[in-house]
T-cell receptor, first 113, second 114 residues
Framework: AQSVTQPDIHITVSEGASLELRCNYS??????LFWYVQSPGQGLQLLLK??????LVQGIKGFEAEFKRSQSSFNLRKPSVHWSDAAEYFC???????????FGKGTTLSVSS | DAMVIQNPRYQVTQFGKPVTLSCSQT?????MYWYQQKSSQAPKLLFH???????NEADTPDNFQSRRPNTSFCFLDIRSPGLGDAAMYLC?????????????FGDGTRLSIL
C-alpha cells in the first residue's frame, strides 16, 4: 500500500537560514508527488509537484524539491527562510491508478528571529 | 480570482443535530472533494464527486453524506454529529479525477460539537 512518511514532526529554523523538510514515500511505480503548505486556520496551498522529467522542481515562494528514486524521497528545500514561512507542510503522493492523494502527517515549521 | 469558498468558516452544532457545510468554486473544475482534518493530523479524504458521479471512500462513516446540485456547489451533510466528528473540513477541487491533477483547497470549515 502507498504511504508517505514525514519523519520530522516539528522543525525550528532561524530566519535567513536554509531549510530542508524530509519526505519518504512507498509506492511501486513512479508516483505523483506534491508538497502543500497550510497556514493556521487556512486550507492547503500547492507549493510544487513532480510527475516526471527533471528531478529538481521549482515551486512558489522560493521552494524547490528534489525527487530521488533510489532513496524514495522528495525533500523540500528553501535556501533562506522568512518568518512568513512558518506553517504546516504536507507531502502527498498520488498513484497513477486512482484519484486519492495520500498525505503525510505533516511537519510544523517554526521560524525564530 | 477563481477560488474555492467554504461557508461558514466556523460552525457549532449540538451532539446529534444535523449540520450542513457548503463549498462553492469558480474554477469550473469537474471534481470536488471533501476531506476531514483532525487536530495535528493529515487531511483524510471522505468522498469526491467527478461531475455527478459520487465516489465514497471505503472507510467513510455512513453518517457523512454529500450532495452536488451543480458544477459550482457541493455540500457535506453530517446526519448525527458525534463528538468525534469535531474537525476541520476541507473542500478541494481539481480539473480531472486523476491524482496528477493538482487540488485547490478552500480555507476550511472548523466544526465544533457541543
Amino acid at each position: 500500500a502507498q504511504s508517505v512518511t514525514q519523519p520530522d514532526i516539528h522543525i525550528t529554523v532561524s530566519e535567513g537560514a536554509s531549510l530542508e523538510l524530509r519526505c519518504n514515500y512507498s509506492y511501486g511505480a513512479t508516483p505523483y508527488l506534491f508538497w502543500y503548505v497550510q497556514s493556521p486556520g487556512q486550507g492547503l496551498q500547492l507549493l510544487l509537484k513532480y510527475f516526471s522529467g527533471d528531478t529538481l522542481v521549482q515551486g512558489i515562494k522560493g521552494f524547490e524539491a528534489e525527487f530521488k528514486r533510489s532513496q524514495s524521497s522528495f525533500n523540500l528545500r528553501k535556501p533562506s527562510v522568512h518568518w512568513s514561512d512558518a506553517a504546516e507542510y504536507f507531502c502527498a503522493v498520488g498513484n497513477q491508478a486512482g484519484t486519492a492523494l495520500i498525505f503525510g502527517k505533516g511537519t510544523t515549521l517554526s521560524v525564530s528571529s | 480570482d477563481a477560488m474555492v469558498i467554504q461557508n461558514p468558516r466556523y460552525q457549532v452544532t449540538q451532539f446529534g443535530k444535523p449540520v450542513t457545510l457548503s463549498c462553492s468554486q469558480t474554477l469550473n473544475h469537474n471534481v470536488m472533494y471533501w476531506y476531514q482534518q483532525k487536530s495535528s493530523q493529515a487531511p483524510k479524504l471522505l468522498f469526491h464527486y467527478y461531475d455527478k458521479d459520487f465516489n465514497n471512500e471505503a472507510d467513510t462513516p455512513d453518517n457523512f453524506q454529500s450532495r452536488r446540485p451543480n458544477t459550482s456547489f457541493c455540500f457535506l451533510d453530517i446526519r448525527s454529529p458525534g463528538l468525534g466528528d469535531a474537525a476541520m473540513y476541507l473542500c478541494a477541487t481539481s480539473r480531472g479525477p486523476d491524482s496528477n491533477q493538482p487540488q485547490h483547497f478552500g480555507d476550511g470549515t472548523r466544526l465544533s460539537i457541543l
